[in-house]
């Protein structure tokens, strides 16, 4: 008895799970045939929005002073270290002077050499002086020939050849020992700022070599309190930079900090690494705390433009496009072609005019759309000219012709327009559930969010994505880009629809 029991309970929960699958999936079914799907919305909500140009540098001293040494020879003391604070004409080292003395020496023998020879040198010549007086006295009465007083002359004239060169052989000692005595006062290296020493790159007891450059010995940097961040800017960014902007930059070791600067100078000259074109951007910085360091590595960020209160929503917004069977049910249909974003702003027509009727806000016959760059007309209860054509078709969208007039209206104001390209389409939720276009007109962005200069009222309810059945179906339906700056193909049309409906 128990057995039949058992398979009866068995067979009433399969029929209840058929059932309730049959069920589920019908729903679906409809639900997806019927494109009921839901939307993610976000508020149009106010706040504080600034425009960002981002860069990275290396922290550096204002003035950096490498301390080398001009003579060779081995380092016999050290007197300074790292970060040691020294002052102007503070002694950092000294070099061992034991050759360099000796040369000194050397050099004050010759020295004494050079004099003893001009003294023996003017002797010869007092000898020679006397001896050609003697001659041309005995000459004048005819008491010596004459070529015994042309050879006196001569003699003497050697002699003060012979002076003058001594005194020059003199001069030259002098020059060397003066040179010698130099190069001894060179073997004591002294700071020749007041600074911090940032690098010490000998040891007691290293020889330098000094024969073709001088080898560095000490890096000192003048005043920490003040540096400078030098950082890459491409050539896209670069025009929007100024002297005096504000900027904020992070570094590794103070991540949760956020130090404040401006700009010094932009520098004209560029830097090609690549075929890619980047211009130095030199950024002062107040360093009183010295937490900075040289040689860090900076992540930049330039505040180009900044709105307190500004209205604003996330980029995503406007990418966003409803799946086709959802346009079509509102009555609205893009353009055959185009690159999406020129679909989006024939959008006016529509969201200028009063909705279709219909169940659930569907339209008996969708608008088709075709651009080019001839006139315009529309069916219903008015016409209008502009750059592109539209053909409304569908006797059942009643306001049509009246959203023609309009375009044709728009199409007026919008020729010659400066704003043109900062107009955008996004979807907003209406109280049926359905998505309403709307035309707004976007000002400055911070890469998540886009600020609304008109075209929205805080706390609308603007559609960002697509969850449930329609999503796949709204990710197909996406056209061109449609963030600040994108652009996509179909360039003619989307030109006509602008002329015509903004």
Known sequence: MKRPT??????????LVVLVGGIWGYRAYKAREEGDV????????????????????????????????QVSG???????????????????????????????????????????????????????????????????????????????????????????????????ARAALTQSETNLAYTTIVSPIDGVVISRDVNVGQTVAASLQAPTLFTLAEDLAKMEVHTSVAESDVGRLSQGMDVEFTVDAYPSDRFHATV??????????????????????????????????ADVTFLVEKRDNALMVPNAALRFRPPPDVLARIGWKGPQGGDGRGAQVGARSVATSDPPAGAGGAASAPATGSRGNGS?????????NGNGSEILS?????????????????????????????????????????????????????GRQTEIVKGLDEGDQIITGVVGAGASQADQSQGGGNTPGQRGGGGGGRRGGMGRFL
């Open 74 to 172: 081995r380092i016999k003391d050290l007197f300074a270290d790292f970060n040691a604070r020294v002052h102007k004409g503070q002694v950092l080292a000294k070099i061992d002077p034991e050759l360099i003395q000796s040369d000194v020496t050397k050099a004050r023998a010759n020295l004494a050499a050079a004099r003893a020879a001009v003294t023996h040198a003017e002797a010869d010549r007092s000898q020679a002086k006397l001896n050609n007086d003697r001659q041309k006295a005995l000459a004048a009465k005819s008491l010596v020939a004459q070529a015994d007083a042309d050879n006196a002359l001569a003699a003497l004239k050697a002699a003060d050849a012979q002076v003058d060169a001594a005194k020059a052989s003199l001069s030259q």
């Open 38 to 69: 839901q939307y993610q919305v976000a508020p149009v909500a106010r706040g504080e929005l600034a425009s960002q140009v981002t860069a990275s540098g290396t922290l550096s001293p204002l003035v950096t002073v490498q301390v080398g040494s």
């Open 394 to 446: 569908g006797g059942a969208a009643a306001g049509a012709g009246g959203a023609a007039a309009r375009s044709a209206d728009g199409a007026r104001r919008g020729r010659g327009g400066a704003d043109r390209a900062n107009r955008r389409l996004v979807w907003t939720l209406g109280e049926d559930g359905a998505p309403k276009p709307a035309m707004v007109q976007i000002g400055i962005s911070d």
């Open 376 to 384: 315009g007309s529309g069916s219903g209860n008015g016409s209008g």
């Open 264 to 297: 010094k100078e932009v520098r004209y000259s560029p830097t090609t690494v690549q075929n890619v074109v980047t211009y130095d951007a030199v950024v002062s910085v107040d360093n009183r705390e010295l937490k900075l360091r040289p040689g860090m590595t």
């Open 6 to 15: 058992n398979r009866r309970v068995i067979s009433i929960i399969a029929g």
